[in-house]
């Protein structure tokens, strides 16, 4: 017999506990990281993010399986996009915010989402925590649950527990064994080996340093410039910076092993900087800032970088974001990405569910297309869709 239990701070759950259940690869999902965004703001009633996590226990109150989830009064930060679900619901009359959604906030990263460690009956957990979600959607009558950025084959258990499969697309790399970053060239058409290495002579010969600093090892003037950056970006863009100064720096101390800085500098000062999450196999790309335009720098910060750091750690993947077709050209390959969704109103899920029929075959499509623009030679890696 289990037990689904909901609580609005992850502090509730003992940290240890919660980290025996995550995925190492996973550094987005670790206690650490979803407790900074609570403690310091990032998440809450100020940016529609209010906590909500499923802890599933036995009856002897041991914790089995754990996901973070979040009333949501917004779609923003999710990446998966529902906007024009929820201008259905409101041109009915029907309010589609609150909804449920489980996901590491404002990440836009696959792993797993119903966290079970190596448990011999993590299924029949995964199964159980699954069930209890849609009880919970139920019971606080929202209008939807969402599973966002989901492993394949937890969307295959949520899809048979009654859930709608969506895909996506994002572009990834994968290390098909290189030892140097000149072997993953050499895996390239000319044309694109030509390119990448021209990019990276336009900062060489522009005079720029790239220095890549582990978090902790980065100082608190390096914190405070990167994130003047990361807010810049989003500043330029029209978009909200949801992840304060003192976030970085909390995760900085408790994680930092897991955090990668890149910074770039023009003579003694930082003009540039890219943030990622390292996890036991793969390298996460997140945020990016520059004080002014550098040619080809942001590839040289965000991708090349990455790929070198990957290369020379042995990782085996590097998921540098969402979107941007222009990270094919750079070794990049359309990966499909998953998502899983319930909807109370039986009228309107038969409504999505017939959309998600077209999306699915628009996105099968467009996979084909982007992969048949590989940048790779016929010896390359093949794309991991």
């Not at 021209?198 to 340093?209: F, H, I, N, P």
């Not at 196999?281 to 590839?299: A, E, K, N, P, T």
Request: proline share 4%; glycine share 8%; with cysteine.
């Amino acid at each position: 017999m289990y037990k689904l239990t909901t609580h609005s701070r992850i502090a509730d759950i003992p940290a240890d506990a919660w980290n025996r259940l995550a995925d190492p690869d996973t550094p987005f999902l670790r206690h650490e990281f979803l407790a900074a965004m609570e403690t310091h703001g990032c998440v809450g009633e100020r940016f529609g993010w209010i906590p909500n996590h499923l802890a599933l226990r036995d009856a002897d109150e041991r914790l089995l399986a754990v996901a973070p989830a979040y009333l949501k009064f917004n779609s923003y930060g999710e990446f998966v996009f529902d906007w024009s679900w929820a201008d259905a619901y409101r041109r009915n009359g029907r309010e589609y915010y609150p909804k449920l959604v489980i996901a590491s906030p404002y990440t836009p990263a696959t792993g797993p989402r119903i966290l079970t460690g190596r448990a011999s009956l993590g299924a029949d957990y995964a199964r159980a925590l699954i069930q209890g979600s849609v009880q919970v959607a139920q019971r606080l009558e929202v209008s939807s649950l969402h599973w966002l950025f989901t492993t394949e084959q937890e969307t295959d258990q949520l899809q048979s527990q009654g859930l709608m499969r969506r895909v996506g697309c994002q572009f990834h790399w994968r290390n098909d064994g290189y030892d140097s970053f000149e072997a993953f060239l050499n895996a390239l058409s000319s044309a694109k080996r030509k390119m990448i290495k021209r990019e990276r002579r336009r900062v060489t010969d522009s005079g720029l340093r790239i220095r890549r600093v582990r978090g902790d090892l980065v100082s608190e003037a390096e914190w405070a410039l990167f994130h003047q950056l990361y807010c810049d970006t989003f500043d330029k863009r029209g978009g909200l910076p949801t992840l304060n100064l003192p976030f970085f720096q909390d995760i900085a101390t408790t994680m930092g092993e897991q955090l990668l800085l890149v910074l770039a500098y023009d003579g003694a000062e930082i003009v540039a900087a890219a943030f990622d999450l390292i996890g036991q196999h793969s390298l996460y790309g997140r945020h990016w800032g520059c004080v002014r335009d550098y040619h080809s720098l942001h590839f040289e910060a965000c991708y090349y970088q990455g790929l070198e750091y990957c290369i020379e750690h042995g990782l085996e993947r590097f998921e540098p974001g969402a979107q941007g077709e222009h990270k094919l050209s750079r070794g990049f390959l359309p990966t499909r990405t998953w998502s899983a969704h319930w909807l109370a109103d039986p009228d309107f899920g038969a409504a999505v569910a017939k959309f998600l029929v077209a999306e699915t075959q628009g996105m099968d499509d467009y996979i084909a297309t982007m992969q048949g623009h590989s940048p790779y030679r016929v010896s390359g890696p093949s794309e991991s869709i």
